[in-house]
């Protein structure tokens, strides 16, 4: 199930539900399930998420809290409030975490005395380890999540300062100066983290994508080229790299990307899309047909794939 969830198939999110309901799993089994369903979320696991909440394992409870993380604050407040006065210190301040961003009117009046405890707990808990980068990101992600753009950036810095190759606060702070427009300045922390550690490849990845934005072309695709062969893993990495190939007119390098990243990650939805509607630009239907169809098989859900696949079978004559 963890396998299945790694390489993004599409069984996967049943499998991982199975797992985290299996008695004879240990805590530890169950709440890295929870922990990986986060990046499938539907409406239709919450009720595993919410049982999983009174679980007799802390893990499992605190496992359960971090996978409501993706789920809009409505969703996610009336199910993390319950947590608020857990047992476990680890458990509370994840509750205060999640409920950053949820005001106090959404929330059961006889929950905010516990509500305000946690977020005390969470904040010493933090300040007591502000000699460490991790820390400062979390504060500056607190701040992010109550609106609190100056506080997020000042946290953000403060991580940058203690430890100049710490990724996470140079891509939260690449994004916050993004979303107030100061793409030079985004520019100039992205370098700067590049040459800290130059060796990882979200870094590069998020400067490909500033100098997109700048409408430096080449360079971009250096710098997406440079992600993509640092983690041929990730489909995000090739399939942004590809699309920027084929909009740079290398239509043919794209398609090899695409197939790599394929390899890699055999039933990825992007990476189908791309090989179907670049391989159907190119002229070659037969091939698109084929990944349309395996994209429909695999994620029948999909909103696109049913008018991609009846296109292309049209203009195959089928």
Known sequence: ALAAARS??????????????????????????????????????????????????????????????????????????????????????????????????????EQLPARERAWEELLAVERGNADTPEAHLNLGLLAWRQDDPAGAEREYREALRLYPAFVPAAVNLADLLREAGREEELLEVLRTAVKAAPRQATLHHSLGLALARAQRTDEAIAALGRAFELAPESPRFAYVYAVALHGAGSAALALEVLERGLRERPHDPDLLTGLATMLRDAGRIDEALRYARQLASDWPGDPVAPNLVQELEAAAGR
């Open 8 to 109: 993004g198939a599409p069984d996967a999110p049943l499998r991982l539900a199975r797992l985290v309901v299996d008695p004879d799993q240990s805590g530890i089994v169950r709440a890295t399930a929870l922990e990986a369903l986060a990046a499938y979320p539907a409406r239709e696991l919450l009720s595993l998420v919410a049982g999983a909440l009174s679980d007799p394992d802390p893990l499992v409870r605190r496992a359960a809290l971090a996978a409501l993380d993706p789920y809009p604050a409505d969703q996610r407040g009336a199910l993390a409030a319950s947590a608020l006065s857990d047992e476990r210190l680890a458990v509370r301040i994840e509750a205060a975490r999640l409920l950053a961003d949820v005001p106090d009117e959404a929330l059961p009046a």
